[in-house]
């Protein structure tokens, strides 16, 4: 089955229906060491993670490893620019769950990113990035502890497909001799556009089937979180790019409001449902001038199609939402992406999970941890319907490889959403708990150490930042 791998001779298989594991009490899970500083980190998020399973579980459950190999590892044992094996992806096929550090970006070889080839191999299309405060951690902001959120980020589509021609190569010039020729004049809308001759293409595909998966595995966990916290916001670019970050946002309201209307309702929903509530009289024209500000000076036909939205869900969902019931329903919303760069940090507390697209979630997740205390308090997972992968949210850092000093945190963390994901909730706070204590009390790597006020000498080993978390178990 393998070449050069034997897989642990105790241990079962998690295998996956209908898109969740099923987690036996022995599972067997690859991880990958990672390249520089995972020499460092994995090690000592090993340790935290066996130590938690067994206080939980006092024996009865216990993960058994498989080490595999990705990155500059993997060349050294299977040959140049085997960056990312067979055998590692036969692994990760069989055994569904994975734990990697941090790789680093191949240079040769044909791939661009080990990361972004996971993803893709794998379709692990739901990027998810929880970023929430632990107490004592340094932060830029005054409040970090009013952020929150949680990062739903499309993994395989948008311009991250890496469908793109260089400037002057053939392809190129022809798509844009295309372009310009034929599909552009055969376009009213877009006039007399031209794209420069002397310009590199790319592809920014959105698909209605992955908006909509994405979106749907963020309402479901909305489902999951307190009721204070069932907000599901689409993010977007949709008052430019219509047809690619609009659609989006259109898609996700469209599966919102069919898939799952029974618990969700729209803001815009709500504003309706909330104008009749406190005037039971008000006609659909003044419901209609109230949501929408300017209704007077719009068209006919623009006055129209709100007219029929005002009525539609009156008649459709007034008796299931109304009277205040759509106050207990996930709120669905959209927010325009620069703007809610700006309100994460002026208004935080008023956002749960984000769901966006592949470049516009890669920018919010790593701005949204910078609040909090930094990618290396960051954890990262990437889901599919049939496997997952977790992974530390940082570089590799090699000046640092191998002192025993870098910040395990990150996939500690990421360690923690793996234990959630399994159903393994009680080894997962036992960290969570470790962590928060340990940083609460100013035992934290130089990283962290250097920034308190005061700062914090000496600063704890990487391995003794995981010995301390468990301590606190």
């Known amino acids: 089955m393998y070449e050069k791998l034997t897989a642990p001779s105790t241990g079962s298989q998690i295998i ?4 969740k594991p099923i987690v036996p009490d022995d599972p067997i899970i690859p991880y990958i060491q990672g390249d520089g500083t995972g020499v460092d980190i994995w090690p000592a998020t090993e340790k935290v993670i066996n130590a938690a399973v ?8 216990q993960i058994h490893w498989f080490k595999i190999y990705a990155g500059d590892e993997a060349c050294e044992i299977y040959g140049t620019y085997q960056y990312l094996p067979e055998d590692t992806l036969t692994a990760i096929k069989t055994y569904g769950i994975a734990i990697k550090g941090p790789l680093t970006t191949p240079i040769g070889g044909g791939i661009r990113s080990l990361n972004v080839a996971l993803r893709q191999i794998f379709d692990l299309y739901a990027c998810v990035r929880p970023c929430r405060y632990y107490p004592g951690t340094p932060s830029p902001h005054k409040t970090p502890e009013k952020l929150d959120v949680i990062v739903y980020r499309e993994n395989t589509e948008d311009i991250y497909l890496g469908i793109e021609w260089p400037k002057d190569s053939e392809i190129a010039q022809q798509l844009i001799h295309l372009l310009n020729d034929e599909l552009i004049p055969a376009t009213p809308e877009h006039k007399n556009k031209q794209i420069p001759l002397d310009s590199g293409i790319g592809i920014k595909p959105i698909s209605k089937k992955g908006s909509q998966r994405l979106v749907r595995r963020a309402i479901e966990q909305a489902l999951r979180l307190p009721k204070e916290k069932q907000q599901v916001t689409l993010v977007h670019k949709g008052n430019i790019m219509k047809y690619t970050e609009g659609a989006f946002r259109d898609w996700g309201y469209e599966l919102a409001t069919y898939e799952f209307r029974s618990v969700c309702v729209t803001e815009r929903e709500s504003w309706i449902l909330g104008n009749r509530e406190k ?36 008649e459709t969902i007034w008796d299931s939402h109304g009277h205040g019931q759509w106050k207990k329903k996930i709120m669905v919303n959209d927010r325009i992406a620069d703007s809610i760069f700006q309100q994460i940090q002026t208004r935080p507390d008023e956002y749960s999970i984000l769901a966006t697209m592949n470049l516009n979630g890669d920018y919010l997740s790593d701005a949204a941890a910078a609040i909090v205390g930094g990618l290396g308090m960051g954890p990262g997972a990437n889901i599919g319907d049939s496997c997952a992968i977790f992974e530390a949210t940082h570089g590799t850092a090699p000046k640092h490889a191998g002192l025993d000093k870098i910040n395990p945190g990150s996939l500690i963390l990421s360690a923690v959403m793996m234990l959630e994901y399994m159903g393994w909730q009680e080894a997962a706070d036992l960290i969570k708990k470790g962590i928060g204590a340990a940083i609460a009390n100013r035992q934290v790597t130089y990283d962290l150490a250097r920034l308190m006020e005061p700062p914090v000498e000496p600063p704890l080993k990487c391995s003794e930042f995981a010995q301390a978390i468990i301590e606190y178990f």
């Open 54 to 61: 067994e206080k939980a579980y006092q024996g009865q459950r």
């Open 16 to 19: 996956f229906s209908a898109g």
């Open 279 to 314: 005037q039971p009289d008000l006609s659909i024209e003044d419901n209609a001038r109230l949501i929408e500000p300017g209704y007077d000076s719009l068209t006919p036909e623009k006055q129209a199609k709100i007219l029929d939205e005002v009525s539609n869900v009156l």
